[in-house]
C-alpha cells in the first residue's frame, strides 16, 4: 500500500506548551479548536481522524525525511504518513535572489538535502555579507553568483532549529558541493490534510 501524503496548508504559530489539555488533545485558546496530537495515533487512528474531519488541527513531529511521527500500529503496518513537500504551502516559498548586480561573480554552493519541509539556506561570507535561498521539494539546493571566498551555511527549516556547517571554501567560477545531512525534526501545529484526497 502506497504512503500517506499529507500537507499543512495553513500551519499556525500557536505554542502547544500554551494549549489547556482536552482529553487527548488540546484546544487552541485563538480558535477555541481541539488540537490532536499524532505522535498519540497509530496511522490507522490518524487516518481515521483525518477522514472524519478533513482539514483537523493536529501536532505532527517531522523527521528530515518528512516522515511524521506516530505511535506504532499494533499489526505493524508497512505504510507511513509523509509530508507532500510541494502542497505544503504555508511552509514553503520562492528563492530570494543572492545579488542584484549586472556583473555578478560566478562561484555557487550547492547539494542535496533530505528536507521534509521548508528548508532556508543562508551563506554568509567573511564580511559577513549574505546569500540566501531556499531547499527545492526534491531536496535540492544553490546559491549562485558567490564572490570567491570562505563562506558559513546556515541550515534554517520551517520550524526547529537551525545548524551551520563551516568553512566552505568557494573559488572563483568554482561549484563547491559540501556534505550536509539534515541534523533535525521539527514539530509543526496547524491544520492537516490528506493530500490524495484532492482532484
Known amino acids: 500500500m502506497r504512503d500517506l501524503r499529507v500537507s499543512f496548508p495553513k500551519p499556525c504559530d500557536e505554542k502547544w506548551e500554551a494549549m489547556a489539555p482536552a482529553g487527548c488533545a488540546r484546544i487552541c485558546a485563538r480558535c477555541d479548536t481541539p488540537v490532536h496530537d499524532l505522535s498519540l495515533l497509530s496511522l490507522g487512528e490518524a487516518e481515521a481522524l483525518l477522514r472524519r474531519n478533513p482539514g483537523a488541527c ?4 517531522i523527521d528530515g525525511d518528512g516522515i511524521v511521527a ?11 504518513m509523509m509530508i507532500a513537500v510541494a502542497a505544503t504551502a504555508g511552509l514553503l516559498a520562492g528563492s530570494a535572489p543572492a545579488l542584484a548586480r549586472p556583473e555578478r561573480p ?3 554552493i550547492a547539494g542535496n538535502i533530505n528536507a521534509g519541509l521548508s528548508m532556508r539556506v543562508t551563506a554568509t561570507a567573511r564580511d559577513a555579507q549574505r546569500f540566501r535561498t531556499r531547499v527545492r521539494g526534491n531536496g535540492r539546493f544553490r546559491i549562485s553568483h558567490l564572490p570567491a571566498g570562505t563562506y558559513t551555511l546556515t541550515f534554517s527549516p520551517g520550524c526547529g532549529s537551525s545548524w551551520t556547517v563551516e568553512n566552505v571554501v568557494v573559488g572563483t567560477g568554482e561549484t563547491v558541493l559540501p556534505n550536509v545531512q539534515n ?10 490534510r490528506i493530500e490524495e484526497d484532492r482532484g
Open 58 to 61: 493536529v501536532r505532527a513531529r
Open 70 to 80: 506516530l505511535k506504532p500500529s499494533r499489526r505493524g503496518d508497512a505504510r507511513r
Open 106 to 108: 560566478d562561484g555557487a
Open 183 to 192: 541534523e533535525g525534526e521539527c514539530i509543526v501545529v496547524g491544520m492537516l
